[in-house]
């Protein structure tokens, strides 16, 4: 919320006044847990109120004014949105200053909303929204003509009010409150932030709401299609059909509920999109699936939760779900961001349904690199099974045995026998580690000091299973080349063949092998690699991780990455201290292999791209030579995704440009947790 506070100081200058309209206004007064308050509402405006502890500090036509406009901001939300408050919440208290119902904002947050009880405890449940405006307000933390009688109503004014009031428009309703959806939804209805392409538009809601804006750039989903999801979910809801109990007090729905409804809209598999823009964790985007008596590997989540089913594991078609754990045994340290669901298709939040019984192991594979580890241990996890549902009262945890742990890429392995309440817990002692003869090379950069001026990008696919070597280097003439090399790495190090990409003129690729490159790592840093292309051939004994910064890496983005809407390019990224080395690979107006570099600080966003001349690897060696060749605007970053802007025109003897419009930009590689 302090970063919507801050945008909500530049957006006064981007609107012109909008006046609020002529409302009908009663005041009147309510005892609420106890205390006098003055309330203002319109008559013909159920859904909300405004309140303010007697006496109250606030001008009479300051609330005024607050309340038409935020009236006028909430007809052009509902629309856009498709849902409202919940009418058992209703009306929503609203208030602006510190009082007994507001005591205090929690942590850096600048206003809150939760629900309450406002005429004890068997009295009605209430939506309740702490803004605190009247006290930064007399503290001249807003200006002087912020909350006055002339502007508390101004359009833009609103986009805090909003903001909260969409929070309690999902309580009840949902076990999240998506600070994404509310965020895009209150800049958007108000106005206060230019959103040419609505939810397409790059930054600042690409910063602000990237689940929305990665849902419509990469999944094509406009603000009618997000408000029928929303519909469509709802009625999830009307209808008894959440994850909560069905039929009983809670109905809510889940995450992953919504994501189904995503799925339909857009006949496509939407998960990554909340792991990646919306931080979730990938049971939290959950997964649908059905096991057959037939052996079969179920893919969830883009991989990231995985079952290997042997035949036989069960007797007939059994449809089951992965979904986020609410409910759990005490216990130290429990962090909900690592208990999931695995349970019958109809199976219901704490709801006392059979867990399906497999008549043999079924091989998990859990990745968990969206968990944070501040105060446990990763190495201390363990595996472990909640006894019985939540719903019978007396649970505890049965830790799962021959669990195998790597805290390093942070996978979890695991052979289970029915399905149900999982989560990984700190115990004493640790999990017997993975098995591994490799020698496990960092991800990264690798060079040799004596040819320096190309390299390696070296990476890991398919939860490790083998190494993505994509070398930057350069052709008999001096221009750059890539190549790419994709195998399996053994305790010999990995063998495979080096492949050669050219785009043909419809955007297609071909793909045709040149060579071979063979790399065996003597340690994590250190190797040595034979290469062939055509006749020639090579070695570099002396191969080593390259390091250009010794400092706490600021910016986690590490690895290949590519736009899922137009593959075959992309760019290798290596974060190191405040820096990054950025490295695209293109092609040129033939369609040949080309790559451009950049060295950049972390909070850098437009940078120049250099166009390297060099030696080619069987070439008499000379320092390479750079001119430069055109920039790369980067819109955001975060965890696996990104948003690129390029304009790139090669430099003789190539030909050609490189311009991409705002492109979504993902991770293509095994997630390294930095050691």
Request: hydrophobic share 40%; net charge neutral; glycine share 10%.
């Amino acid at each position: 919320m302090h970063r919507l506070l801050a945008m909500i100081g530049i957006v006064m200058a981007l609107l012109a006044f909008a006046g609020p309209a002529r409302a009908e206004i009663t005041v009147g007064q309510d005892t609420l847990n106890g205390v006098a308050f003055v309330i203002y509402r319109e008559t013909t405006e159920p859904s909300f109120r405004f309140a303010c502890q007697a006496p109250c500090p606030i001008p009479d036509g300051t609330l005024r004014s607050a309340l038409t406009g935020f009236r006028n901001a909430k007809a052009l939300l509902i629309p856009l949105w498709g849902i409202d408050v919940l009418p058992e919440l209703a009306p929503v208290d609203i208030l602006f200053e510190r009082n007994t119902l507001c005591t205090s904002a929690p942590g850096s947050a600048v206003a809150y909303a939760t629900t309450y009880r406002p005429y004890g405890s068997g009295g009605p449940l209430r939506g309740l929204v702490c803004l605190f405006q009247w006290d930064r307000f007399v503290a001249g933390a807003l200006g002087a003509e912020w909350f006055t009688p002339e502007h508390a109503g101004d359009l833009e004014r609103q986009v805090l009010i909003l903001h909260e009031y969409g929070h309690v428009i999902l309580y009840q309703r949902h076990f999240a409150s998506y600070e994404n959806v509310v965020t895009y939804y209150s800049f958007r209805a108000t106005g206060a932030l230019p959103l040419p392409q609505g939810p397409c538009t790059g930054e600042p809601l690409a910063s602000f709401a990237p689940l929305i804006n990665v849902l419509c750039v990469v999944y094509g989903m406009d603000d009618a299609e997000q408000r029928a999801s929303w519909q469509a979910l709802d009625q999830v809801y009307q209808q008894g059909g959440g994850y909560g109990l069905n039929g009983g007090t809670d109905r809510r729905t889940s995450i992953s509920q919504w994501r189904r409804e995503l799925d339909r809209a857009t006949g496509r598999s939407t998960a990554g999109a909340f792991v990646l823009g919306n931080g979730a964790s990938p049971q939290s985007a959950g997964a649908e699936f059905d096991l057959t008596p037939a052996a079969a590997r179920i893919d969830a989540v883009d991989g990231r939760f995985r079952l290997d089913v042997p035949a036989g594991a069960v007797s007939q078609a059994t449809p089951m779900k992965l979904e986020a754990g609410t409910c759990g045994a005490s216990h130290p340290n429990l962090d909900f961001a690592l208990v999931f669901d695995l349970v019958a298709g109809n199976h219901r939040n704490h709801a006392p349904l059979p867990w399906p019984i497999f008549n043999a192991p079924v091989q998990l594979r859990y990745a968990f690199a969206h968990a944070r580890f501040d105060s446990v241990e990763p190495r201390s996890l363990r595996l472990y099974r909640l006894s019985a549902p939540c719903s019978t009262g007396v649970v505890s945890w049965i830790e799962v045995p021959n669990a195998r742990l790597d805290p390093v890429r942070r996978l979890l392995t695991a052979p289970i026998t029915q399905g149900g309440t999982y989560a990984l817990l700190p115990a004493a002692g640790t999990l017997p580690g993975i098995v591994d003869a490799r020698v496990l090379p960092h991800a990264g950069p690798w060079y040799q000091a004596s040819t320096s001026g190309q390299g390696f990008d070296i990476e890991y696919h398919t939860d490790h299973a083998g190494l993505a070597i994509t070398w930057y280097t350069y052709r008999p003439d001096g221009t750059p080349i890539w190549y790419q090399s994709v195998g399996s790495l053994t305790a010999d190090g990995q063998t495979a063949p080096l492949t050669e990409v050219t785009r043909n003129p419809d955007g297609s690729r071909t793909i045709t092998n040149v060579g071979q490159l063979r790399v065996r790592f003597t340690t994590p840093e250190t190797a040595v690699l034979d290469w062939s292309i055509g006749a020639q051939s090579g070695s570099m004994p002396d191969l080593v991780f390259l390091r250009f910064s010794d400092q706490p890496t600021v910016n986690q983005a590490n690895g290949l990455w590519f736009p899922p809407d137009d593959p075959g390019w992309g760019t290798s990224i290596w974060s190191q201290g405040p820096h990054e080395f950025w490295v695209y690979y293109i092609y040129d107006t033939q369609g040949r292999p080309v790559w451009l570099s950049s060295l950049l600080a972390a909070s850098d966003f437009s940078v120049t791209l250099k166009q390297n001349r060099g030696a080619c690897p069987w070439c008499p060696y000379a320092p390479p030579t750079a001119v430069n060749a055109g920039t790369f605007f980067r819109q955001h970053m975060a965890a696996g995704s990104a948003q690129v802007l390029t304009n790139m025109a090669l430099a003789s003897p190539l030909q050609g440009t490189w311009t991409r419009s705002r492109r979504i930009f993902l991770n293509l590689t095994d997630y390294v947790a930095e050691r």
